[in-house]
């Protein structure tokens, strides 16, 4: 019988196997056995992370959290949760080998995924030029021409950030017309350092070390051409990693896990959800640290 487990290894799940730690809960953490340390694994340099005034590499960053939450006694397993009763006052939680857990409280922190395009070298070039997040790697493209892919509120707001550095930002939309609110297509339209290549897929994605640039490929005539750019944006939307309590814990029309906000509280007493799987805005590591601390 455990007191608390945690499920999701990311800034969310590390401060509250911490916490839990200190409390002397001897909390266990379940990971992932290919996903460990969550979405920052996948960042070179995180810079508007407090206490690092040159910045940290992601993945140092968060195997130092980690550590630190080991340091006073938190359980780490590198595995999958894959089957959750969460109906009674004891949590049953299965991993992938089996193996049943225990637990009188579960803290649901599985974060969520950035939608990718699914294209060849996507991931090889993720950190190197492509990106998710222009809050995050912005900085890294001032006076460089970049790409943004999609046709929400999100791309617009992401092109329009991007414009404090870059030279040129070019949206790539699939179709003529934005999904965008007015207000921000507006906004987007005004700004001389945004253009638009509308009927537009990426088709591929050029670079060595680094992205130089991509092919993009028209929607109606499949006719392609070459783009020169140092980085390329896709803010396509995310998916809240929720599936495995999906029928049990209330979600929202989004798939995000419902708490009763300001709290941490979902439907079920004893669980609770924190960082980005119930975060729909802002997605930054800061706030899913502090969003442990909301009883």
């Not at 487990?5 to 002397?24: E, F, M, W, Y």
């Not at 392609?224 to 814990?249: C, K, M, N, Y």
Request: net charge negative.
């Amino acid at each position: 019988m455990r007191e608390v487990v945690i499920i999701g290894s990311g800034p969310a799940g590390c401060t509250a196997a911490l916490h839990n730690a200190r409390a002397q809960l001897k909390p266990l953490l379940f990971g992932s056995s290919i996903f460990v340390g969550g979405s920052l694994t996948t960042t070179t340099e995180v810079e508007n992370f407090p206490g690092f005034s040159n910045g940290v590499d992601g993945p140092a960053l968060m195997a130092n959290m980690r550590a630190q939450a080991e340091e006073f006694g938190a359980e780490m397993i590198d595995d999958d949760i894959v089957e959750v009763d969460l109906s009674g006052d004891v949590k049953l939680l299965t991993d992938s080998a089996g193996t049943v857990h225990r637990a009188r409280t579960v803290i649901v922190a599985t974060g969520s995924g950035y939608r990718k395009l699914g294209i060849e070298r996507e991931d090889e070039l993720s950190g190197r030029g492509v990106s998710w997040c222009a809050t995050c790697d912005g900085f890294f493209f001032r006076g460089k021409d970049v790409i943004v892919v999609g046709g929400g509120d999100t791309v617009l707001e992401e092109a329009t950030f991007l414009t404090r550095f870059a030279a040129s930002v070019t949206v790539v939309h699939r179709r003529d017309t934005l999904r965008a609110s007015k207000a921000m297509q507006n906004r987007a339209f005004a700004d001389p350092k945004i253009t638009f290549a509308w009927n537009s897929e990426i088709a591929a994605v050029q670079g060595e070390k680094l992205v130089s640039g991509a092919t993009l490929r028209h929607t109606a005539t499949g006719e392609t051409r070459q783009l020169d750019a140092s980085g390329v944006f896709i803010a396509i939307g995310h998916d809240p990693r929720t599936e495995l309590f999906a029928g049990q814990l209330e979600l929202d029309d989004a798939r995000y896990l419902k708490v009763a906000s300001p709290s941490t509280r979902t439907n079920i007493p004893g669980v609770f959800g924190a960082g980005d799987v119930v975060d729909h805005t802002y997605r930054q590591a800061t706030l899913a640290t502090a969003s442990v601390f909301i009883p």
